[in-house]
């Protein structure tokens, strides 16, 4: 069938609206008709070149949601008319990560899901007849797509899916980061460095885990407004400062605070988050991608003096068990949605999405087909 599609030809070049072929399911997988998609800036990270998984030509785009077309054979999990939010975390519940009972890290689409391919090792996408590649298992920027059954999670459908398909990726990952990954604790001191949706949606958290302090900290002084209403108790430009910001979070805390996330992608603010931890048993964890070749280092007394570093993934949230509680969560108001969605744009004006997102002017730019 005839899809249009925004497609990443190459990298560092703005998306093309074409039409693209889309082949029916094979077995295991799932036609889905995507109506909404967020971009989140790991799809940036993908187009400007500095993904080693990234491929090209490919159909980029993870943060969606969208209703069951076509199943493939021995599909029984999800049927036409489903609506369903598709998952860059698979879960297929028999996996040795799966079973552990202690990740989220299904692997059972994973190595060809990182090649832009279904899990047979070919593409469902083709424009004249070339090839085009899949994108961590979802790739949302095409009105039709193909999935793995295991990349689906199926969700009520009275969500409103301009909002619900923040769940597929940005407001997820702050949340469980939270709750999963931290485990913050009642009266617990928080810094979130980086108030895109990730940061905001980490605030979010910690204001359900009932937190103490929770410290705002972003470049961008235009993000404190909402990272207030959001719940943030303090906010900080590090640029307001003439010394290391984890100085001047020590400072303002004493000792540190007891968990700290970095939510930007950069190497020296995940030093710097680290360092802000609280001696003795503060944490911190990485959730920003850094591009390929970085490295993060610290004085390794920082460790000795017990601070813990951590990282995660989809926030430890295992998609199909979880995420549908979570859609319900949002339907009755415990998970906020709308006031992330700063923009909405049809597909032919996605080009606009990535400019927002560049210039700091939205938090998620939700696009409709
Ligand atoms: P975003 O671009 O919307 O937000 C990033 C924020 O960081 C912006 O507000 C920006 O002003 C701020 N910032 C940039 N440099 C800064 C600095 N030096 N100090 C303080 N603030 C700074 O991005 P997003 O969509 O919220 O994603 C954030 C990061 O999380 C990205 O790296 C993305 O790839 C990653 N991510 C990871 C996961 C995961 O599962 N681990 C999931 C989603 C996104
Ligand atoms: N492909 C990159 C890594 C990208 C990455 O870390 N992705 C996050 C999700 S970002 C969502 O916006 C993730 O979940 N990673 C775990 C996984 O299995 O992909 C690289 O460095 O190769
Ligand atoms: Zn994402």
Same mark, same amino acid.
């Given at each position: 069938?005839?899809?249009?599609?925004?497609?990443?030809?190459?990298?560092?070049?703005?998306?093309?609206?074409?039409?693209?072929?889309?082949?029916?399911?094979?077995?295991?997988?799932?036609?889905?008709?995507?109506?909404?998609?967020?971009?989140?800036?790991?799809?940036?990270?993908?187009?400007?070149?500095?993904?080693?998984?990234?491929?090209?030509?490919?159909?980029?785009?993870?943060?969606?949601?969208?209703?069951?077309?076509?199943?493939?054979?021995?599909?029984?999990?999800?049927?036409?008319?489903?609506?369903?939010?598709?998952?860059?975390?698979?879960?297929?519940?028999?996996?040795?990560?799966?079973? #552990?009972?202690?990740?989220?890290?299904?692997?059972?689409?994973?190595?060809?899901?990182?090649?832009?391919?279904?899990?047979?090792?070919?593409?469902?996408?083709?424009?004249?007849?070339?090839?085009?590649?899949?994108?961590?298992?979802?790739?949302?920027?095409?009105?039709?797509?193909?999935?793995?059954?295991?990349?689906?999670?199926?969700?009520?459908?009275?969500?409103?899916?301009?909002?619900?398909?923040?769940?597929?990726?940005?407001?997820?990952?702050?949340?469980?980061?939270?709750?999963?990954?931290?485990?913050?604790?009642?009266?617990? #001191?928080?810094?979130?460095?980086?108030?895109?949706?990730?940061?905001?949606?980490?605030?979010?958290?910690?204001?359900?885990?009932?937190?103490?302090?929770?410290?705002?900290?972003?470049?961008?002084?235009?993000?404190?407004?909402?990272?207030?209403?959001?719940?943030?108790?303090?906010?900080?430009?590090?640029?307001?400062?003439?010394?290391?910001?984890?100085?001047?979070?020590?400072?303002?805390?004493?000792?540190?605070?007891?968990? #700290?996330?970095?939510?930007?992608?950069?190497?020296?603010?995940?030093?710097?988050?680290?360092?802000?931890?609280?001696?003795?048993?503060?944490?911190?964890?990485?959730?920003?991608?850094?591009?390929?070749?970085?490295?993060?280092?610290?004085?390794?007394?920082?460790?000795?003096?017990?601070?813990?570093?951590?990282?995660?993934?989809?926030?430890?949230?295992?998609?199909?068990?979880?995420?549908?509680?979570?859609?319900?969560?949002?339907?009755?108001?415990?998970?906020?949605?709308?006031?992330?969605?700063?923009?909405?744009?049809?597909?032919?004006?996605?080009?606009?999405?990535?400019?927002?997102?560049?210039?700091?002017?939205?938090?998620?730019?939700?696009?409709?087909?």
């Amino acid at each position: 069938m005839k899809s249009r599609a925004a497609v990443a030809f190459e990298a560092g070049k703005p998306l093309q609206i074409v039409e693209i072929d889309v082949e029916p399911p094979r077995k295991g997988e799932v036609l889905v008709k995507i109506t909404h998609t967020a971009l989140c800036h790991t799809d940036a990270f993908t187009l400007s070149g500095d993904d080693p998984e990234g491929v090209f030509p490919a159909v980029l785009g993870h943060e969606g949601a969208g209703i069951v077309v076509e199943v493939g054979e021995g599909v029984t999990s999800v049927k036409p008319g489903d609506h369903v939010i598709p998952l860059y975390t698979a879960e297929c519940g028999e996996c040795l990560f799966c079973k #552990s009972g202690k990740t989220n890290l299904c692997v059972a689409v994973r190595a060809t899901q990182g090649k832009g391919v279904m899990p047979d090792g070919t593409t469902r996408f083709s424009y004249n007849g070339e090839p085009i590649y899949h994108y961590m298992g979802c790739s949302t920027f095409s009105e039709y797509t193909v999935v793995a059954e295991v990349s689906l999670a199926k969700v009520n459908p009275d969500a409103n899916p301009e909002h619900v398909c923040l769940l597929g990726c940005g407001v997820t990952t702050g949340i469980g980061a939270v709750h999963n990954t931290a485990k913050v604790a009642e009266g617990d #001191s928080v810094a979130v460095f980086g108030l895109g949706a990730i940061g905001l949606a980490v605030i979010q958290g910690a204001v359900q885990a009932k937190a103490g302090r929770i410290i705002a900290i972003d470049t961008n002084a235009e993000k404190f407004e909402l990272a207030r209403q959001m719940g943030a108790t303090d906010c900080v430009n590090p640029r307001d400062h003439d010394k290391p910001i984890q100085e001047v979070i020590v400072e303002m805390t004493g000792w540190g605070v007891d968990h #700290s996330f970095e939510c930007i992608g950069n190497v020296d603010v995940m030093r710097a988050a680290l360092e802000c931890a609280h001696r003795g048993w503060g944490q911190s964890v990485i959730i920003g991608v850094a591009g390929a070749g970085k490295e993060i280092s610290t004085r390794p007394f920082q460790l000795v003096t017990g601070r813990k570093w951590m990282g995660t993934a989809f926030g430890g949230v295992k998609g199909r068990t979880q995420l549908p509680g979570m859609v319900e969560d949002a339907m009755r108001g415990d998970i906020q949605l709308a006031p992330f969605v700063t923009h909405t744009l049809p597909l032919e004006r996605i080009n606009e999405a990535f400019e927002l997102m560049h210039a700091g002017e939205s938090i998620r730019t939700v696009i409709h087909y």
